[in-house]
């Protein structure tokens, strides 16, 4: 097995955990919503930020890192497939630390403070459950950057 091979191997890795688990969790959500029980709601919400913060974010972190080593060793950073990638990459980077997160941890102190059925948690919910959603749509975009490959001519 070679340096290159170990680090593809992690970058999958990494994007099972992330996205599998991204989707795992809206799965959850929407269960927990179903459900008309506010307390299942939090419980979920408390559930989906704690994973986010301890295991997708360091996931991703990892995977970005094996990203940029495979490009360093075999690619280039100028092919339109890598760029896009990495752009959308940064995107949900930057969403998840300056939005997702924050947010999140507002959501459980409202739902702390002003209990499950809270109108202003509840609508923050929804906005962070738009937002995550918008974020599983650009996983599956660059997951489709990876397999493809545009623009890199025949495999």
Known sequence: MSFYQLLVYIHILCA??????????????????????????????????????????PAS????????????????????????SMGLWILSAVAGAAYLGPRAKQVVTLLETEGPTSSTAQALVGRLALVSRLEL????????????K??????
Not at 28 to 40: C, S, W
Not at 137 to 148: D, H, K, P, R, T
Not at 150 to 155: D, K, L, M, N, Q
């Open 137 to 148: 749509l650009s996983f599956a975009v660059i997951i489709a950057l990876m397999v493809f």
């Open 150 to 155: 545009p623009g890199s001519g025949p495999a």
């Open 16 to 57: 099972v955990i992330w996205v599998g688990g991204g989707v795992t969790v809206q799965v959850l959500a929407i269960r927990a919503q179903r459900t008309g029980d506010p307390g299942e709601a939090v419980r979920a919400f408390k559930q989906a930020e704690y994973v986010g913060t301890r295991v997708f974010m």
């Open 61 to 84: 972190i990892i995977l970005f890192v094996a990203g940029l080593i495979m490009v360093a060793q075999a690619w280039s950073f100028s092919q339109l497939w890598i760029t896009v």
